[in-house]
Protein backbone atom coordinates (compact mmCIF):
# COMPACT_ATOMS: atom_id res chain seq x y z
CA UNK A 1 0.00 0.00 0.00
CA UNK A 2 0.82 3.55 -0.79
CA UNK A 3 0.71 5.25 2.47
CA UNK A 4 2.47 7.16 5.31
CA UNK A 5 1.55 8.91 8.31
CA UNK A 6 3.45 12.13 9.27
CA UNK A 7 3.68 14.90 11.97
CA UNK A 8 4.59 18.49 11.76
CA UNK A 9 4.84 21.12 14.33
CA UNK A 10 3.04 24.51 14.02
CA UNK A 11 5.41 27.52 14.21
CA UNK A 12 5.69 30.80 15.40
CA UNK A 13 7.50 33.16 13.37
CA UNK A 14 9.98 36.02 14.94
CA UNK A 15 10.57 37.95 11.55
CA UNK A 16 7.17 37.83 9.83
CA UNK A 17 6.13 36.76 6.12
CA UNK A 18 3.34 38.88 4.97
CA UNK A 19 2.82 39.52 1.65
CA UNK A 20 3.93 37.65 -2.06
CA UNK A 21 6.09 38.25 -4.62
CA UNK A 22 4.58 35.25 -6.47
CA UNK A 23 1.20 34.48 -5.03
CA UNK A 24 1.21 30.93 -7.20
CA UNK A 25 4.48 30.22 -6.41
CA UNK A 26 4.28 31.74 -2.62
CA UNK A 27 7.51 33.56 -3.10
CA UNK A 28 6.99 35.82 -0.38
CA UNK A 29 8.22 39.60 -0.64
CA UNK A 30 11.24 38.48 2.62
CA UNK A 31 12.68 35.93 3.92
CA UNK A 32 11.71 34.88 7.68
CA UNK A 33 12.71 33.10 11.07
CA UNK A 34 10.97 30.67 13.15
CA UNK A 35 10.90 28.11 15.49
CA UNK A 36 8.66 25.15 15.91
CA UNK A 37 6.17 24.79 18.38
CA UNK A 38 6.62 21.55 20.43
CA UNK A 39 3.37 19.56 20.96
CA UNK A 40 1.32 21.50 18.83
CA UNK A 41 1.18 19.56 16.00
CA UNK A 42 -0.64 17.97 13.15
CA UNK A 43 -0.93 14.26 12.18
CA UNK A 44 -1.64 13.61 8.41
CA UNK A 45 -2.51 10.09 6.79
CA UNK A 46 -1.88 9.82 2.99
CA UNK A 47 -3.23 7.07 0.94
CA UNK A 48 -2.24 6.73 -2.33
CA UNK A 49 -5.58 4.81 -3.91
CA UNK A 50 -6.49 3.29 -7.28
CA UNK A 51 -9.55 2.66 -6.14
CA UNK A 52 -10.62 6.29 -5.56
CA UNK A 53 -12.62 8.83 -8.29
CA UNK A 54 -10.93 11.97 -6.54
CA UNK A 55 -9.15 12.97 -4.01
CA UNK A 56 -10.56 13.10 -0.23
CA UNK A 57 -10.29 14.56 3.07
CA UNK A 58 -11.39 13.78 6.41
CA UNK A 59 -10.47 16.74 8.80
CA UNK A 60 -10.56 16.00 12.98
CA UNK A 61 -12.64 13.09 11.86
CA UNK A 62 -15.15 14.99 10.02
CA UNK A 63 -15.15 14.42 5.88
CA UNK A 64 -14.28 17.58 4.20
CA UNK A 65 -15.59 19.00 0.45
CA UNK A 66 -15.49 22.53 -1.09
CA UNK A 67 -12.64 24.74 -0.96
CA UNK A 68 -10.77 22.94 2.30
CA UNK A 69 -10.77 19.86 0.00
CA UNK A 70 -9.91 21.88 -3.13
CA UNK A 71 -7.07 23.80 -1.21
CA UNK A 72 -5.77 19.90 -0.21
CA UNK A 73 -6.08 18.33 -3.78
CA UNK A 74 -4.38 21.22 -5.73
CA UNK A 75 -1.70 20.42 -3.09
CA UNK A 76 -1.66 17.11 -4.30
CA UNK A 77 -2.04 17.48 -7.98
CA UNK A 78 1.32 19.28 -7.61
CA UNK A 79 2.97 16.46 -6.23
CA UNK A 80 1.07 13.93 -8.46
CA UNK A 81 2.97 15.65 -11.53
CA UNK A 82 6.45 16.31 -10.15
CA UNK A 83 6.37 12.22 -9.04
CA UNK A 84 4.19 11.10 -11.68
CA UNK A 85 1.36 9.74 -9.81
CA UNK A 86 -2.11 8.94 -11.35
CA UNK A 87 -4.10 8.01 -8.59
CA UNK A 88 -5.98 10.30 -6.18
CA UNK A 89 -5.16 10.07 -2.54
CA UNK A 90 -7.39 9.14 0.94
CA UNK A 91 -6.35 12.09 3.28
CA UNK A 92 -7.19 11.89 7.20
CA UNK A 93 -5.51 14.52 8.98
CA UNK A 94 -6.17 15.66 13.02
CA UNK A 95 -4.73 18.68 14.87
CA UNK A 96 -3.99 18.31 18.99
CA UNK A 97 -5.19 21.63 19.36
CA UNK A 98 -8.60 22.24 19.39
CA UNK A 99 -9.85 24.12 15.65
CA UNK A 100 -10.83 27.59 16.09
CA UNK A 101 -8.89 27.97 19.00
CA UNK A 102 -6.80 30.97 17.46
CA UNK A 103 -3.78 28.57 16.49
CA UNK A 104 -3.09 28.80 12.85
CA UNK A 105 -2.70 25.04 11.56
CA UNK A 106 -2.23 25.35 8.07
CA UNK A 107 1.58 25.31 8.42
CA UNK A 108 1.77 22.14 10.49
CA UNK A 109 -1.17 21.10 8.21
CA UNK A 110 0.32 21.42 4.55
CA UNK A 111 3.67 20.29 6.37
CA UNK A 112 2.60 16.98 7.52
CA UNK A 113 0.45 16.62 4.40
CA UNK A 114 3.60 17.39 2.11
CA UNK A 115 5.86 14.75 3.96
CA UNK A 116 3.26 11.86 4.24
CA UNK A 117 1.71 12.05 0.63
CA UNK A 118 5.79 12.55 -0.77
CA UNK A 119 7.14 9.36 1.46
CA UNK A 120 3.80 7.59 0.40
CA UNK A 121 5.17 7.54 -3.13
CA UNK A 122 8.35 6.19 -2.27
CA UNK A 123 9.76 8.66 -3.16
CA UNK A 124 13.23 10.29 -1.75
CA UNK A 125 13.03 13.79 -1.48
CA UNK A 126 15.73 16.15 -0.10
CA UNK A 127 14.22 17.86 3.29
CA UNK A 128 14.72 20.84 1.53
CA UNK A 129 13.02 19.84 -1.90
CA UNK A 130 10.08 19.15 1.13
CA UNK A 131 10.28 22.34 2.37
CA UNK A 132 9.76 24.27 -1.26
CA UNK A 133 6.69 21.55 -1.87
CA UNK A 134 4.99 22.49 1.31
CA UNK A 135 5.67 26.17 0.77
CA UNK A 136 2.94 26.25 -2.23
CA UNK A 137 0.16 24.92 0.24
CA UNK A 138 0.90 27.29 2.58
CA UNK A 139 3.64 29.51 3.22
CA UNK A 140 4.48 28.80 6.29
CA UNK A 141 4.34 25.37 6.21
CA UNK A 142 7.95 25.28 4.66
CA UNK A 143 9.41 26.27 8.08
CA UNK A 144 7.33 23.32 9.78
CA UNK A 145 9.58 20.92 7.80
CA UNK A 146 12.99 21.55 9.12
CA UNK A 147 13.95 21.15 13.00
CA UNK A 148 13.98 23.70 15.93
CA UNK A 149 14.83 27.57 14.43
CA UNK A 150 14.24 27.46 10.97
CA UNK A 151 14.77 30.70 7.84
CA UNK A 152 13.30 30.60 5.32
CA UNK A 153 14.94 32.21 2.60
CA UNK A 154 12.44 33.77 -0.12
CA UNK A 155 14.32 32.76 -2.89
CA UNK A 156 13.52 33.93 -6.68
CA UNK A 157 11.90 30.33 -7.81
CA UNK A 158 10.10 27.66 -6.34
CA UNK A 159 13.45 25.86 -6.16
CA UNK A 160 15.32 28.62 -4.65
CA UNK A 161 12.34 30.08 -1.75
CA UNK A 162 13.05 26.78 0.39
CA UNK A 163 13.53 26.70 4.51
CA UNK A 164 16.39 24.94 6.64
CA UNK A 165 17.42 24.70 10.06
CA UNK A 166 20.38 26.80 11.77
CA UNK A 167 19.56 25.98 15.18
CA UNK A 168 18.11 22.76 16.69
CA UNK A 169 15.54 22.96 19.24
CA UNK A 170 18.18 22.53 22.38
CA UNK A 171 19.90 25.30 21.01
CA UNK A 172 18.09 28.15 23.10
CA UNK A 173 15.55 27.18 25.59
CA UNK A 174 12.35 29.35 24.63
CA UNK A 175 9.29 28.79 25.33
CA UNK A 176 5.95 30.13 23.51
CA UNK A 177 3.77 31.15 26.08
CA UNK A 178 0.31 31.58 24.14
CA UNK A 179 -2.41 33.98 25.56
CA UNK A 180 -5.83 32.77 24.05
CA UNK A 181 -7.79 35.36 23.49
CA UNK A 182 -10.39 34.65 20.94
CA UNK A 183 -11.33 31.07 19.76
CA UNK A 184 -13.54 32.95 16.79
CA UNK A 185 -12.71 31.93 13.43
CA UNK A 186 -11.11 35.19 11.94
CA UNK A 187 -12.34 37.37 9.72
CA UNK A 188 -9.76 37.21 7.21
CA UNK A 189 -8.21 34.34 6.88
CA UNK A 190 -4.27 35.05 6.40
CA UNK A 191 -4.09 33.67 3.21
CA UNK A 192 -6.61 36.23 1.53
CA UNK A 193 -4.33 38.89 4.09
CA UNK A 194 -1.39 37.98 1.92
CA UNK A 195 -2.75 39.28 -1.14
CA UNK A 196 -4.16 42.36 0.29
CA UNK A 197 -0.55 43.34 1.86
CA UNK A 198 0.96 45.31 -1.15
CA UNK A 199 -2.02 47.15 -0.67
CA UNK A 200 -0.62 48.96 2.00
CA UNK A 201 1.44 52.07 1.71
CA UNK A 202 3.72 51.02 4.69
CA UNK A 203 4.65 47.44 3.00
CA UNK A 204 7.11 48.41 1.05
CA UNK A 205 8.88 50.05 3.81
CA UNK A 206 8.61 46.63 6.25
CA UNK A 207 10.03 44.63 3.66
CA UNK A 208 13.23 46.66 2.75
CA UNK A 209 14.38 46.32 6.40
CA UNK A 210 13.43 42.50 6.89
CA UNK A 211 16.82 41.31 6.12
CA UNK A 212 18.35 43.87 8.61
CA UNK A 213 15.86 42.53 10.89
CA UNK A 214 16.52 38.93 9.70
CA UNK A 215 20.13 38.98 10.26
CA UNK A 216 19.66 40.59 13.58
CA UNK A 217 17.81 38.40 15.22
CA UNK A 218 19.55 35.37 13.88
CA UNK A 219 21.92 36.98 15.52
CA UNK A 220 20.67 37.66 18.30
CA UNK A 221 19.24 33.69 18.92
CA UNK A 222 23.10 32.28 17.91
CA UNK A 223 24.24 34.80 20.95
CA UNK A 224 20.92 33.71 22.91
CA UNK A 225 20.88 37.64 23.68
CA UNK A 226 17.43 38.05 24.93
CA UNK A 227 17.19 41.79 24.90
CA UNK A 228 18.41 42.49 20.99
CA UNK A 229 15.74 39.55 20.01
CA UNK A 230 13.12 41.31 22.08
CA UNK A 231 13.35 44.07 20.38
CA UNK A 232 13.49 43.13 17.27
CA UNK A 233 10.50 40.73 17.45
CA UNK A 234 8.48 42.76 18.65
CA UNK A 235 9.26 45.57 16.40
CA UNK A 236 9.14 42.69 13.36
CA UNK A 237 5.36 41.77 14.91
CA UNK A 238 4.32 45.56 15.20
CA UNK A 239 5.55 46.47 11.62
CA UNK A 240 3.58 43.30 9.99
CA UNK A 241 0.06 44.55 12.09
CA UNK A 242 0.83 48.20 10.90
CA UNK A 243 0.40 46.75 7.59
CA UNK A 244 -2.61 45.13 8.03
CA UNK A 245 -4.37 47.94 9.61
CA UNK A 246 -3.01 49.99 6.47
CA UNK A 247 -4.30 47.76 3.89
CA UNK A 248 -7.39 48.48 2.15
CA UNK A 249 -9.73 47.22 3.16
CA UNK A 250 -7.78 47.56 6.56
CA UNK A 251 -7.55 44.69 8.83
CA UNK A 252 -7.61 44.74 12.00
CA UNK A 253 -6.66 41.45 14.12
CA UNK A 254 -6.22 42.84 17.54
CA UNK A 255 -8.80 42.05 20.56
CA UNK A 256 -8.84 44.66 23.36
CA UNK A 257 -7.57 41.95 25.31
CA UNK A 258 -4.81 41.71 22.72
CA UNK A 259 -3.77 45.28 23.47
CA UNK A 260 -4.04 44.80 27.52
CA UNK A 261 -1.19 41.62 27.36
CA UNK A 262 0.94 43.56 24.79
CA UNK A 263 0.98 46.29 27.46
CA UNK A 264 1.57 44.10 30.22
CA UNK A 265 4.50 41.96 28.09
CA UNK A 266 5.97 45.46 27.69
CA UNK A 267 5.69 45.93 31.60
CA UNK A 268 7.02 42.79 32.43
CA UNK A 269 9.99 43.08 30.45
CA UNK A 270 10.08 46.62 31.84
CA UNK A 271 10.93 44.82 35.09
CA UNK A 272 13.39 42.20 34.11
CA UNK A 273 11.08 39.68 32.77
CA UNK A 274 13.10 38.16 29.58
CA UNK A 275 9.73 38.02 27.71
CA UNK A 276 8.77 39.65 24.49
CA UNK A 277 5.66 39.09 22.62
CA UNK A 278 4.50 38.46 18.54
CA UNK A 279 1.60 38.11 17.01
CA UNK A 280 0.38 36.19 14.14
CA UNK A 281 -2.98 37.24 11.79
CA UNK A 282 -4.80 36.68 14.60
CA UNK A 283 -5.45 38.12 18.06
CA UNK A 284 -3.61 35.54 20.24
CA UNK A 285 -0.57 36.76 21.78
CA UNK A 286 2.58 34.85 21.67
CA UNK A 287 4.63 35.74 24.98
CA UNK A 288 8.08 34.20 23.79
CA UNK A 289 10.23 33.94 27.01
CA UNK A 290 13.04 31.94 28.20
CA UNK A 291 12.82 28.94 30.34
CA UNK A 292 13.01 30.21 34.16
CA UNK A 293 10.37 32.39 33.37
CA UNK A 294 7.78 30.54 31.08
CA UNK A 295 5.88 29.73 34.41
CA UNK A 296 5.53 33.21 36.24
CA UNK A 297 4.43 34.65 32.85
CA UNK A 298 1.73 31.61 31.95
CA UNK A 299 0.75 32.20 35.75
CA UNK A 300 0.43 36.16 34.88
CA UNK A 301 -1.66 35.76 32.15
CA UNK A 302 -4.29 33.38 33.45
CA UNK A 303 -4.62 36.58 35.82
CA UNK A 304 -5.81 39.10 32.82
CA UNK A 305 -9.52 39.14 32.43
CA UNK A 306 -10.03 38.29 28.66
CA UNK A 307 -7.47 35.82 28.50
CA UNK A 308 -9.19 32.05 27.70
CA UNK A 309 -6.77 29.90 28.40
CA UNK A 310 -2.42 29.75 28.42
CA UNK A 311 -0.48 26.95 26.47
CA UNK A 312 3.35 26.68 26.73
CA UNK A 313 5.98 24.95 23.78
CA UNK A 314 8.97 24.94 24.16
CA UNK A 315 10.67 24.79 20.64
CA UNK A 316 10.17 21.95 18.41
CA UNK A 317 11.95 19.50 15.91
CA UNK A 318 10.90 18.61 12.39
CA UNK A 319 8.43 17.28 10.78
CA UNK A 320 8.45 13.59 10.32
CA UNK A 321 7.18 9.87 9.57
CA UNK A 322 5.21 8.59 12.74
CA UNK A 323 4.14 5.21 10.62
CA UNK B 1 -2.36 99.12 29.39
CA UNK B 2 -0.59 96.27 26.79
CA UNK B 3 -3.24 93.58 26.99
CA UNK B 4 -5.60 91.57 25.29
CA UNK B 5 -7.66 88.19 25.70
CA UNK B 6 -8.29 85.88 22.53
CA UNK B 7 -10.11 82.66 22.62
CA UNK B 8 -9.05 79.53 20.21
CA UNK B 9 -10.91 76.40 19.50
CA UNK B 10 -8.99 72.76 19.67
CA UNK B 11 -9.18 71.40 16.28
CA UNK B 12 -9.34 67.63 15.27
CA UNK B 13 -7.35 66.62 12.27
CA UNK B 14 -8.70 64.98 9.13
CA UNK B 15 -5.22 64.78 7.87
CA UNK B 16 -2.31 64.26 10.22
CA UNK B 17 0.60 66.51 11.41
CA UNK B 18 3.45 63.81 12.94
CA UNK B 19 6.96 64.77 12.82
CA UNK B 20 9.08 67.20 11.92
CA UNK B 21 11.69 68.19 9.20
CA UNK B 22 12.85 71.08 11.46
CA UNK B 23 12.34 70.76 15.10
CA UNK B 24 13.35 74.15 16.02
CA UNK B 25 11.21 76.12 13.79
CA UNK B 26 8.33 72.99 13.64
CA UNK B 27 8.49 72.62 9.89
CA UNK B 28 6.59 69.74 9.54
CA UNK B 29 7.33 66.57 7.42
CA UNK B 30 3.72 67.24 5.11
CA UNK B 31 0.89 69.06 5.21
CA UNK B 32 -2.38 68.65 7.46
CA UNK B 33 -5.86 69.50 7.44
CA UNK B 34 -8.37 69.49 10.48
CA UNK B 35 -11.49 71.27 11.36
CA UNK B 36 -12.05 73.55 14.55
CA UNK B 37 -13.98 72.03 17.61
CA UNK B 38 -16.63 74.69 18.48
CA UNK B 39 -17.27 74.94 22.14
CA UNK B 40 -14.01 73.58 23.07
CA UNK B 41 -11.48 76.24 23.79
CA UNK B 42 -8.46 78.16 25.76
CA UNK B 43 -9.21 81.56 26.71
CA UNK B 44 -5.90 83.16 27.36
CA UNK B 45 -5.09 86.80 29.00
CA UNK B 46 -2.14 88.35 28.42
CA UNK B 47 -0.59 91.64 30.12
CA UNK B 48 2.81 92.85 28.87
CA UNK B 49 4.02 94.38 32.42
CA UNK B 50 6.95 96.77 32.91
CA UNK B 51 6.79 95.74 36.35
CA UNK B 52 7.52 92.53 36.28
CA UNK B 53 10.89 90.65 36.53
CA UNK B 54 10.18 87.43 34.78
CA UNK B 55 7.12 85.88 32.77
CA UNK B 56 4.44 84.60 34.66
CA UNK B 57 1.84 81.83 33.98
CA UNK B 58 -1.35 81.43 35.74
CA UNK B 59 -2.91 77.93 34.43
CA UNK B 60 -6.44 76.83 35.31
CA UNK B 61 -6.36 78.88 37.98
CA UNK B 62 -3.37 77.84 39.26
CA UNK B 63 0.35 79.64 39.14
CA UNK B 64 2.66 77.17 37.42
CA UNK B 65 6.73 77.68 37.11
CA UNK B 66 9.20 74.60 35.24
CA UNK B 67 8.77 73.01 32.00
CA UNK B 68 5.11 74.66 31.09
CA UNK B 69 6.12 78.22 32.07
CA UNK B 70 9.40 77.72 30.33
CA UNK B 71 7.55 76.95 27.06
CA UNK B 72 5.45 79.82 26.88
CA UNK B 73 8.20 82.06 28.08
CA UNK B 74 10.17 80.99 24.43
CA UNK B 75 7.25 81.63 22.61
CA UNK B 76 6.47 84.99 24.52
CA UNK B 77 9.97 85.43 23.48
CA UNK B 78 9.71 84.81 19.67
CA UNK B 79 6.91 87.43 19.87
CA UNK B 80 9.48 89.84 21.70
CA UNK B 81 11.93 89.50 19.56
CA UNK B 82 9.53 89.90 16.33
CA UNK B 83 7.76 93.29 17.87
CA UNK B 84 10.73 94.39 19.61
CA UNK B 85 8.75 94.18 23.36
CA UNK B 86 11.11 94.54 25.94
CA UNK B 87 8.78 93.63 28.94
CA UNK B 88 7.90 90.56 30.24
CA UNK B 89 4.01 89.35 30.23
CA UNK B 90 1.68 87.98 33.07
CA UNK B 91 -0.61 85.27 31.20
CA UNK B 92 -3.48 83.97 32.67
CA UNK B 93 -4.70 80.51 30.24
CA UNK B 94 -8.34 78.81 31.19
CA UNK B 95 -9.48 75.72 29.44
CA UNK B 96 -13.06 75.00 29.26
CA UNK B 97 -12.29 71.32 29.73
CA UNK B 98 -10.84 69.34 32.43
CA UNK B 99 -6.95 69.15 32.08
CA UNK B 100 -6.36 65.19 31.55
CA UNK B 101 -9.66 65.05 29.96
CA UNK B 102 -7.58 63.63 27.02
CA UNK B 103 -8.42 66.75 24.54
CA UNK B 104 -5.37 68.21 23.48
CA UNK B 105 -4.88 71.88 25.10
CA UNK B 106 -1.52 72.67 22.97
CA UNK B 107 -2.93 73.67 19.93
CA UNK B 108 -6.00 75.82 21.27
CA UNK B 109 -3.45 77.05 24.11
CA UNK B 110 -0.31 77.99 21.63
CA UNK B 111 -3.06 79.95 19.65
CA UNK B 112 -5.01 82.05 21.84
CA UNK B 113 -1.35 82.66 23.32
CA UNK B 114 -0.42 84.05 20.45
CA UNK B 115 -3.38 86.07 19.03
CA UNK B 116 -3.56 87.57 22.56
CA UNK B 117 0.07 88.20 22.94
CA UNK B 118 0.44 89.96 19.69
CA UNK B 119 -2.84 91.93 19.99
CA UNK B 120 -1.87 93.23 23.18
CA UNK B 121 1.30 95.23 21.78
CA UNK B 122 -1.11 96.73 19.43
CA UNK B 123 0.77 95.33 16.69
CA UNK B 124 -1.54 94.83 13.47
CA UNK B 125 -0.16 91.36 12.20
CA UNK B 126 -1.99 89.22 9.21
CA UNK B 127 -3.98 86.10 9.94
CA UNK B 128 -1.10 83.88 8.34
CA UNK B 129 1.55 85.57 10.21
CA UNK B 130 -0.35 85.03 13.31
CA UNK B 131 -0.11 80.88 12.36
CA UNK B 132 3.14 81.02 11.54
CA UNK B 133 3.99 82.25 15.06
CA UNK B 134 1.74 80.20 16.49
CA UNK B 135 3.11 77.03 15.09
CA UNK B 136 6.11 77.73 16.84
CA UNK B 137 4.43 77.30 19.87
CA UNK B 138 2.85 73.75 19.05
CA UNK B 139 2.56 73.00 15.45
CA UNK B 140 -1.16 72.22 15.20
CA UNK B 141 -1.80 75.46 16.95
CA UNK B 142 -1.54 77.12 13.68
CA UNK B 143 -4.67 75.12 12.35
CA UNK B 144 -6.45 76.66 15.58
CA UNK B 145 -6.37 80.12 14.34
CA UNK B 146 -7.87 80.29 11.15
CA UNK B 147 -11.95 79.56 10.86
CA UNK B 148 -14.20 76.38 9.99
CA UNK B 149 -11.78 73.55 7.85
CA UNK B 150 -8.22 74.73 7.68
CA UNK B 151 -5.52 73.57 5.65
CA UNK B 152 -1.40 73.96 7.21
CA UNK B 153 0.58 74.22 3.78
CA UNK B 154 3.88 72.88 5.16
CA UNK B 155 6.32 75.05 3.55
CA UNK B 156 9.88 75.04 3.83
CA UNK B 157 11.01 77.80 6.31
CA UNK B 158 9.29 79.94 8.60
CA UNK B 159 7.11 82.52 6.82
CA UNK B 160 6.00 79.81 4.25
CA UNK B 161 4.32 77.08 6.83
CA UNK B 162 1.19 78.64 7.64
CA UNK B 163 -2.24 78.14 8.05
CA UNK B 164 -5.30 79.37 6.32
CA UNK B 165 -8.86 78.66 5.73
CA UNK B 166 -10.44 76.48 3.02
CA UNK B 167 -14.11 76.23 4.04
CA UNK B 168 -16.45 78.03 6.72
CA UNK B 169 -17.80 75.99 9.41
CA UNK B 170 -21.14 76.35 7.72
CA UNK B 171 -19.99 75.02 4.71
CA UNK B 172 -20.79 71.10 6.09
CA UNK B 173 -22.40 69.96 9.13
CA UNK B 174 -19.92 67.32 10.41
CA UNK B 175 -19.91 66.46 14.30
CA UNK B 176 -17.00 65.27 16.05
CA UNK B 177 -18.42 62.91 18.70
CA UNK B 178 -16.05 62.50 21.00
CA UNK B 179 -15.43 59.31 23.02
CA UNK B 180 -13.42 59.85 26.05
CA UNK B 181 -11.95 56.80 27.20
CA UNK B 182 -8.89 57.76 29.97
CA UNK B 183 -8.67 60.66 31.98
CA UNK B 184 -5.07 59.74 32.79
CA UNK B 185 -2.44 61.65 31.22
CA UNK B 186 -0.82 60.92 28.37
CA UNK B 187 2.66 58.18 28.87
CA UNK B 188 4.41 60.09 26.22
CA UNK B 189 3.24 64.01 25.27
CA UNK B 190 2.65 64.33 21.23
CA UNK B 191 5.91 66.54 21.46
CA UNK B 192 8.34 63.82 22.09
CA UNK B 193 6.29 61.73 19.58
CA UNK B 194 7.34 64.39 16.90
CA UNK B 195 10.49 64.05 17.31
CA UNK B 196 10.53 60.36 17.61
CA UNK B 197 8.34 59.79 13.96
CA UNK B 198 11.30 59.92 12.36
CA UNK B 199 12.54 56.74 14.17
CA UNK B 200 9.86 54.33 12.07
CA UNK B 201 10.45 52.87 8.78
CA UNK B 202 7.28 53.62 8.29
CA UNK B 203 7.49 57.69 8.60
CA UNK B 204 8.58 57.93 5.20
CA UNK B 205 5.92 55.71 3.44
CA UNK B 206 3.29 58.09 5.39
CA UNK B 207 4.83 61.25 4.87
CA UNK B 208 5.05 60.32 0.48
CA UNK B 209 1.33 59.59 0.60
CA UNK B 210 0.29 62.65 2.56
CA UNK B 211 -0.35 65.13 -0.48
CA UNK B 212 -2.14 62.82 -1.93
CA UNK B 213 -4.64 62.08 0.71
CA UNK B 214 -4.78 65.44 1.46
CA UNK B 215 -5.97 66.44 -2.05
CA UNK B 216 -8.58 63.79 -1.91
CA UNK B 217 -9.62 64.77 1.84
CA UNK B 218 -10.08 68.14 0.70
CA UNK B 219 -11.81 67.41 -2.56
CA UNK B 220 -14.05 65.15 -0.37
CA UNK B 221 -15.40 68.15 1.93
CA UNK B 222 -15.69 70.52 -0.94
CA UNK B 223 -17.89 68.05 -2.67
CA UNK B 224 -19.31 67.46 0.75
CA UNK B 225 -18.91 63.20 -0.40
CA UNK B 226 -18.54 61.40 3.25
CA UNK B 227 -18.07 57.96 2.11
CA UNK B 228 -14.26 58.91 0.23
CA UNK B 229 -13.76 61.71 3.25
CA UNK B 230 -14.55 58.50 5.91
CA UNK B 231 -12.26 56.23 3.75
CA UNK B 232 -9.02 58.57 3.89
CA UNK B 233 -9.40 59.55 7.14
CA UNK B 234 -9.45 56.71 8.92
CA UNK B 235 -6.68 55.84 6.11
CA UNK B 236 -4.38 58.94 7.25
CA UNK B 237 -5.26 57.64 11.50
CA UNK B 238 -3.94 54.31 11.17
CA UNK B 239 -1.24 55.19 9.35
CA UNK B 240 -0.18 57.70 11.84
CA UNK B 241 -0.63 55.39 14.60
CA UNK B 242 1.57 52.54 12.57
CA UNK B 243 4.12 55.24 12.49
CA UNK B 244 4.03 55.53 16.10
CA UNK B 245 3.56 51.83 17.51
CA UNK B 246 6.49 51.26 15.14
CA UNK B 247 8.74 54.30 16.48
CA UNK B 248 11.70 53.06 18.89
CA UNK B 249 10.66 52.99 21.38
CA UNK B 250 7.03 52.01 20.60
CA UNK B 251 4.50 54.50 20.89
CA UNK B 252 0.50 52.73 21.73
CA UNK B 253 -1.85 55.45 22.81
CA UNK B 254 -4.69 52.83 22.47
CA UNK B 255 -6.36 51.32 25.17
CA UNK B 256 -8.72 48.35 24.52
CA UNK B 257 -11.70 49.95 24.44
CA UNK B 258 -10.08 52.39 21.80
CA UNK B 259 -10.08 48.94 19.48
CA UNK B 260 -13.76 48.23 20.62
CA UNK B 261 -14.84 51.87 19.86
CA UNK B 262 -12.80 52.00 16.52
CA UNK B 263 -14.56 48.43 15.55
CA UNK B 264 -18.05 49.68 16.39
CA UNK B 265 -17.63 52.67 14.08
CA UNK B 266 -16.35 50.90 11.07
CA UNK B 267 -19.23 48.25 11.94
CA UNK B 268 -22.44 51.41 11.88
CA UNK B 269 -20.71 52.46 8.92
CA UNK B 270 -21.39 49.47 7.23
CA UNK B 271 -24.72 49.64 8.03
CA UNK B 272 -25.35 53.50 6.72
CA UNK B 273 -24.22 55.63 9.22
CA UNK B 274 -22.37 58.90 8.25
CA UNK B 275 -19.50 58.59 10.77
CA UNK B 276 -15.46 57.39 10.31
CA UNK B 277 -13.00 57.55 13.69
CA UNK B 278 -9.77 59.80 13.46
CA UNK B 279 -7.32 59.46 16.47
CA UNK B 280 -5.01 62.42 17.98
CA UNK B 281 -1.78 61.11 19.88
CA UNK B 282 -4.12 59.43 22.79
CA UNK B 283 -6.91 56.86 23.38
CA UNK B 284 -10.10 58.91 22.84
CA UNK B 285 -11.69 58.37 19.56
CA UNK B 286 -12.86 61.25 17.50
CA UNK B 287 -16.13 60.02 15.86
CA UNK B 288 -16.82 62.56 12.87
CA UNK B 289 -20.25 62.22 11.27
CA UNK B 290 -22.83 64.40 9.68
CA UNK B 291 -25.19 66.13 11.67
CA UNK B 292 -28.75 63.52 11.45
CA UNK B 293 -26.09 60.73 13.02
CA UNK B 294 -24.80 62.61 15.94
CA UNK B 295 -27.25 61.84 18.50
CA UNK B 296 -27.58 58.43 17.80
CA UNK B 297 -23.78 57.94 17.17
CA UNK B 298 -23.59 59.69 20.86
CA UNK B 299 -25.67 57.16 22.29
CA UNK B 300 -23.78 54.54 21.29
CA UNK B 301 -20.76 55.26 22.33
CA UNK B 302 -22.27 55.82 25.74
CA UNK B 303 -23.55 52.38 25.93
CA UNK B 304 -20.12 51.31 25.66
CA UNK B 305 -17.91 49.91 28.29
CA UNK B 306 -15.01 51.34 29.14
CA UNK B 307 -16.43 54.91 27.47
CA UNK B 308 -15.84 57.32 30.22
CA UNK B 309 -18.04 60.10 28.71
CA UNK B 310 -18.98 61.88 25.08
CA UNK B 311 -18.51 65.20 24.18
CA UNK B 312 -19.57 66.84 20.91
CA UNK B 313 -18.63 69.58 19.03
CA UNK B 314 -20.06 70.98 15.61
CA UNK B 315 -17.44 72.99 13.55
CA UNK B 316 -15.62 76.08 15.09
CA UNK B 317 -14.66 79.63 14.27
CA UNK B 318 -11.32 81.10 14.00
CA UNK B 319 -9.35 82.76 17.37
CA UNK B 320 -10.62 86.09 18.45
CA UNK B 321 -10.14 88.23 20.66
CA UNK B 322 -13.03 88.48 23.50
CA UNK B 323 -11.44 91.41 25.56
Not at 60 to 81: C, D, M, P, W, Y
Not at 235 to 254: C, G, I, K
Request: net charge negative.
Amino acid sequence: MKQATARACSNIAFIKYWGNRDETLKIPMNSSISMNLDGIYTETHVRWDDALASDELVLNHQKVTGQALHRVSEHLSFIRNRLNINTFAYVESVNNFPMGAGIASSASSFAALTVAAVKATGADLTERELTSIARLGSGSASRSIPSGFVIWHQGHDHTSSYAESFAQPDYWDLVDVIAIISGEHKAVGSRMGHTSANTSDLQMARVNGAEERLRICQQAIFDRDFSTFADVVEYDSNLMHAVMMTSRPPLFYWLPTTLTVMDAVRHWRSEGVQVCYTLDAGPNVHCICTRPYADVVAQSLRAIAGVNDVRMATVGGGAQLIK
